[in-house]
């Protein structure tokens, strides 16, 4: 017979399974109404036991009561904006620009190739493991701690997928709204008399910067990593596009259409291909992130001003916004 404990510690591990399998493989191994089943078993059980209720339980997801106002974060690692392009020609610039500043002549470079996300940049940090904090980019130094609110996004793990976790892991990307989502949310608010957002960027911002965790948990956010910040008490893989996958195997959601180029054209190619998809995603982007994959390439470039001299953004021409 199971201790109560060792029988909450099993559902609690099933259930973060389970929510990787769905949220981050996008292969979900049971059905919706067996995941449910075991996330009320385990509810049942914590109630029955509340003193054995941990943070980091698929159960707590959403915040006790709405907060007064949001406290400040401070990024230890300043979260940056990117320079745009708006043309290849922008972009053979931007090539040509570091070739000349790594002396590479006229050598192939390797890009980590991602679809911008239009969505809200946030910094997520686990302590051992375990989600300690969420925070708004701000103004890239300073921004707002939304921990209650990141964490009632589903396909956010409040506990990474690892035995031995990073003492601190600071994971980057954005928080957006899927396109289906943001318009379910705009008929509730229309049959409510509430009111309605301009579009899933500004949905998906102002669902987060709720300061009941009780309403966001109701808005369809989703995250996707796209990059890392503060790293302690592990050793990343030497390139972006291997830091992702390995965020992925610790259960944190990346997109999945990112991919690797070689060389300029490939990365046009990338750029046109994300341009034919973009219609049919179903969520917004706004063009293309290109960045040198290789880390060390990266610190060797360094950033100028406020942007990373290693990245661009390409993007698309604006497109008409429907108005509603
Ligand atoms: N918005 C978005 O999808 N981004 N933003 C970055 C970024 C911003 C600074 C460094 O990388 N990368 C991706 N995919």
């Given at each position: 017979?199971?201790?109560?404990?060792?029988?909450?510690?099993?559902?609690?591990?099933?259930?973060?399974?389970?929510?990787?399998?769905?949220?981050?493989?996008?292969?979900?191994?049971?059905?919706?109404?067996?995941?449910?089943?075991?996330?009320?078993?385990?509810?049942?059980?914590?109630?029955?036991?509340?003193?054995?209720?941990?943070?980091?339980?698929?159960?707590?997801?959403?915040?006790?009561?709405?907060?007064?106002?949001?406290?400040?974060?401070?990024?230890?690692?300043?979260?940056?904006?990117?320079?745009?392009?708006?043309?290849?020609?922008?972009?053979?610039?931007?090539?040509?620009?570091?070739?000349?500043?790594?002396?590479?002549?006229?050598?192939?470079?390797?890009?980590?190739?991602?679809?911008?996300?239009?969505?809200?940049?946030?910094?997520?940090?686990?302590?051992?493991?375990?989600?300690?904090?969420?925070?708004?980019?701000?103004?890239?130094?300073?921004?707002?701690?939304i921990t209650l609110n990141i964490r009632t996004i589903?396909?956010?793990?409040?506990?990474?997928?690892?035995?031995?976790?990073?003492?601190?892991?600071?994971?980057?990307?954005?928080?957006?709204?899927?396109?289906?989502?943001?318009?379910?949310?705009?008929?509730?608010?229309?049959?409510?008399?509430?009111?309605?957002?301009?579009?899933?960027?500004?949905?998906?911002?102002?669902?987060?910067?709720?300061?009941?965790?009780?309403?966001?948990?109701?808005?369809?956010?989703?995250?996707?990593?796209?990059?890392?910040?503060?790293?302690?008490?592990?050793?990343?893989?030497?390139?972006?596009?291997?830091?992702?996958?390995?965020?992925?195997?610790?259960?944190?959601?990346?997109?999945?259409?990112?991919?690797?180029?070689?060389?300029?054209?490939?990365?046009?190619?990338?750029?046109?291909?994300?341009?034919?998809?973009?219609?049919?995603?179903?969520?917004?982007?706004?063009?293309?992130?290109?960045?040198?994959?290789?880390?060390?390439?990266?610190?060797?470039?360094?950033?100028?001003?406020?942007?990373?001299?290693?990245?661009?953004?390409?993007?698309?021409?604006?497109?008409?916004?429907?108005?509603?």
């Open positions: 017979q199971q201790s109560i404990e060792q029988q909450l510690e099993q559902l609690r591990q099933q259930l973060r399974h389970y929510e990787y399998q769905y949220h981050v493989l996008d292969k979900p191994t049971i059905p919706d109404a067996e995941y449910d089943r075991l996330m009320n078993q385990l509810k049942t059980l914590e109630q029955q036991y509340p003193e054995l209720i941990s943070a980091d339980s698929p159960t707590q997801r959403v915040g006790a009561k709405p907060l007064a106002s949001f406290a400040q974060v401070r990024h230890e690692i300043p979260m940056l904006s990117l320079d745009n392009a708006f043309s290849d020609q922008e972009f053979y610039a931007f090539v040509k620009r570091i070739q000349e500043r790594l002396g590479y002549g006229n050598d192939d470079l390797t890009f980590c190739c991602e679809p911008k996300l239009d969505g809200l940049a946030v910094s997520i940090l686990y302590e051992n493991g375990i989600l300690s904090q969420g925070a708004t980019r701000g103004d890239g130094s300073t921004g707002e701690d589903r396909n956010i793990p409040l506990q990474l997928l690892t035995d031995n976790p990073p003492a601190r892991l600071e994971v980057r990307g954005e928080v957006f709204m899927s396109q289906a989502g943001f318009e379910q949310l705009n008929e509730r608010a229309l049959a409510r008399g509430e009111k309605t957002f301009a579009n899933p960027r500004n949905a998906a911002a102002g669902s987060l910067r709720q300061l009941d965790p009780k309403i966001t948990r109701q808005r369809p956010l989703v995250f996707n990593a796209y990059g890392i910040g503060i790293a302690e008490g592990v050793v990343l893989p030497d390139t972006h596009f291997a830091r992702l996958q390995w965020l992925k195997q610790i259960g944190i959601p990346i997109n999945q259409e990112i991919e690797l180029c070689r060389g300029t054209e490939q990365v046009l190619e990338f750029y046109r291909q994300m341009g034919q998809k973009r219609d049919g995603l179903g969520y917004d982007i706004d063009g293309t992130v290109l960045k040198i994959n290789e880390i060390a390439l990266q610190q060797q470039l360094g950033f100028v001003s406020k942007a990373p001299r290693w990245a661009i953004a390409y993007k698309f021409p604006a497109q008409e916004q429907l108005t509603i």
